[in-house]
């Protein structure tokens, strides 16, 4: 039960903020704990909470299922020993994260976040599975400690760690190398191409609901940040030439990762190397970004919901399937249907979304970014976009089109205890990813409601 | 009577509802999935009637779901939007029906009548879309849900078709999107309205609003099957007899044709494309898709093959009377195309269906003296194949007719030469056919001949075609009549030349 109620715990924490303040404050120095919120990251906090809560159900089933058929006896309890509790520390960190309100604190947390994921995506203790993790481990700390070095810039500059306060100061020398270093850090740990080399094995070797959490929820920890600074709280250091550039390696992630997707063989390759290609929408944004609309946080709001929701959806399907016929084969899959079907549907429910087909919540991001691009008279960012749909739609198809065969000799296999957990909570998230266009009104006055509603600090 | 939208709500429920049930029903509950497929389809027909007499009426139906500020979901029943939510529900009833016998004792069928109550509330939905959003959100639901209709016997050839396909329609569907979003951008959010938006847009952007009409014509002509977007159709008569009636008359090439009509007439308005000097354009590729359609078909010996050239050909008629949006006459003889080809060429390819469940006949090589064998379908066929020559009293001679007047309103004798060229071809690929059926004698055996007791077939699939062959000559005869869909579509028409 605990694991279930902690996730939960943190979900609703995210509306307890949203009518109370909160303060912790250890030191009355410079190095304190300091939470705030307001509307982005208690959408990011609503995002986690639901994810965290699925995953946790679903995990529960997965490993119910390994230890009741185990191929090596006694190495499933030992994950399940593991999972849960560094499981418990990365969503700790992660709602740390969200509501972490100076950079400090934002270090310590991605730190802590980078740590337990790499150790979680080590549990699976296949060869493969070590050497990706430890890449990931390594990129992981490299990325860190870039992001220390900026701080430690920073500091040197303004003497402040506070977000609130660095928002004002105006920009001074040696804001620009901290604003790159810490920039280029989170954009090694968001997998921007060409720096998305580790993404793909380590997300896809890894155990099903650990991929699930890797690609949803740790990958949009990076990018929430990186968003934060470029256009929350440093936006007087960007240049349209740096936006340009940052849209030009999105556009690289969206055809790399699409192309090398169409290429795989595995399934979860496959759904490994589309998170590359989906999170280069995320950097696309960038250059179609005005911060002087109110809304400007919702088009990657919405993309990185949809993508969260849908990419676990997938990861937890293509789990779910790997448990019951043991490989994941793309040109091995047909039939899968007539055992799992709800499976099968929510797969195709949250390719729908990475389509970018309506309702969805990629719908309206991507709605919204063509409509910034011909405002702004950059509609080559929109065909970059319609592009990228058309070759997501060919990756989906590639999958689906083997799920939905059933060939007159498909083999019923005999379904086992503990499917529910394994089918059900992938279609719930494939379906908030289809309806997330419909509860976009909630979004947006999530947004514009609680800008600035807490904002207590225990520091200085 | 219904007051205010809900009614259109409880319409696309209408068959969503039992659609998500049949899902998740077990694969031997057949009494239960048919009995709750028929309810659906008949509750669907009584809540689309109640809709008409309301808005013959003057009552409005609409409702509004604003997901953002320029993004709103709009779902509005005008007079066009009856017309083609009528027609597909009344033949989504007959071929229900059909299906149901068509698939006796064949495997997966909940999937099967699922994905068919779906596609059938999307139909609906495109219908009563209010605005370009809420098409498009249909018009690319259309694609998936009919996506695992066409690949449903899973076979390598069912496959390769089901890929052509989903790469037509979603280039064509991309394409579409980015043009509703560059549309919107230039006029703000946009409902359909007769007369569309205003001429002080085209004369502030003439150039971008010529281009912008060309993608949305290519986004909707992929799934109407103008050439040269037109692959998908023939490839896609793999699937089986009730899929190809769904395709070509109730869901896809209609939802492609209505969507040319929705935007000629409501998005950009009749005045507004004469001024931009679109209306030839479209014309024209109505002209060529009908004369190529004509000729392929006449190539083909596969009969289900031949029926799709047909459609390719027919369904341009709509349009072609669309491009003389100017001319009362041929506005009527379009839009009132686009009841009378469903009707006949569902009724077309379930005696198509017939002939291949029954006999094993799929080639037109292979149909001597079939007419024996089969009177009443091959009766039903005739009947159709005449309709789509155009010979009097059906109703494909009521659509001929209001486009040749309208081509002599207008003098474009081209036009008046397509139409007479293209009814030549039709009369040269569909009377062999009948010919060789009712007048030779059989030389060979049926390829795969099955027995019924009472009647030649299985009369769940041998009803369908006689009701709808019965339509074809009564909607021809009465077309006078106040109830007939030529006064219904006089009854649009009669709106939009006002404007």
Known sequence: MAPILIPLGGGLLSFIFYRKGFSISLLASIVGISLRTDGPSLLMLLMTGVTSITITLYAAGYFSFRIASPSKPGRHERQLQFFWPLWMILLGSLNGLFLAGDIFNIYVTLELIGLSAVALSALSAKPSSQIAAFRYLLVSLLGSLSYLLGIAFLYKTYALLDL?????????????????????????????????????????????????????????????????????????????????????????????????????????LLIAYSTVAQLGYLFIAFPLTQIQEKLYWLPV?????????????????????FLHVKHDRINELTGVRAYLPVTVFAYTIAGVNLMGLPPSGGFIAKWMLIYAAFEMHKWWWGIVIMLGSLLAAAYVYRVVSKLYVMPPDTIIIEKKAHSMLLEWPPLFLAILSLILGILAPYMVSILLLSKKLVSIGGIM | MFAGGWLLVIILLSSLIPGLIIFSLEEDRHVFRSVLNMSGALLKIILVLIMDVGILFGQSYEVRLRLLVDIELVLHADPLSALFCTLSSVLWLLTTLYAIGYLENSPNRSHFFGFFSLCVSVTTGIALAGNLITFLLFYEMLTLTTYPLIIHRGTEQALKAGSHYLIYTFSGGSIFLFSVIWLQTLTGPIDFMAGGFSPALIQAYPTQMTILFLFLFIGVGVKAALIPLHGWLPAAMIAPAPVSALLHAVAVVKAGAFGIIRIVLDVYGIKNMQSLNLLPILGFAAAATILYGSVKALQQDDLKRRLAYSTVSQVSYIALGVSMADQSAALIGGLVHLVHQGIMKITLFFCAGNLAETLGIHKVSQMKGVAKRMPLTMLAFSVGAFGMIGVPPTAGFISKWYLGIGSLESQAWWVLAVLVISSFLN?????????????????????????????????????????????????????????????????????????
């Not at chain 1, 556009?251 to 699409?258: C, D, E």
């Not at chain 1, 709001?301 to 399937?321: D, L, N």
């Not at chain 2, 690929?429 to 030649?456: A, C, N, V």
């Open chain 1, 301 to 321: 709001i919405c993309m990185a919901m949809g993508h969260g929701f849908a990419k676990t959806a997938m990861f937890m399907a293509s789990g779910a399937i």
């Open chain 1, 164 to 268: 609130d306060m660095l928002r004002l100061v105006p920009p001074m020398k040696g804001a620009h190398t901290a604003f790159a270093l810490m920039s280029v850090g989170l954009m090694l740990k968001t997998a921007l191409f060409p720096m998305h080399f580790w993404l793909p094995p380590a997300h896809a070797n890894a155990l099903a609901p650990v991929s699930a959490i890797l690609s949803a929820l740790v990958v949009k920890a990076s990018f929430y940040l990186l968003f934060r600074f470029w256009f929350d709280i440093f936006n007087d250091l960007v240049t349209p030439g740096a936006l340009f550039v940052i849209g030009l390696l999105g556009t690289g992630a969206v055809f790399w990762g699409s192309i090398q997707a169409l290429r795989q063989h595995r399934m979860k």
């Open chain 2, 427 to 499: 009369a040269l690929y569909f009377l062999p056919i009948i010919i060789k059926s009712w007048f030779q004698e059989r030389d060979q055996p049926y390829p795969d001949e099955k027995q019924f007791d009472t009647f030649e077939t299985h009369w769940m699939l041998l009803i369908p075609p006689l009701v709808t062959a019965c339509i074809i000559l009564i909607i021809g005869l009465v077309a006078n009549s106040e109830f007939s869909p030529l006064s219904w579509v006089r009854f649009i028409v009669e709106d939009y030349l006002l404007q």
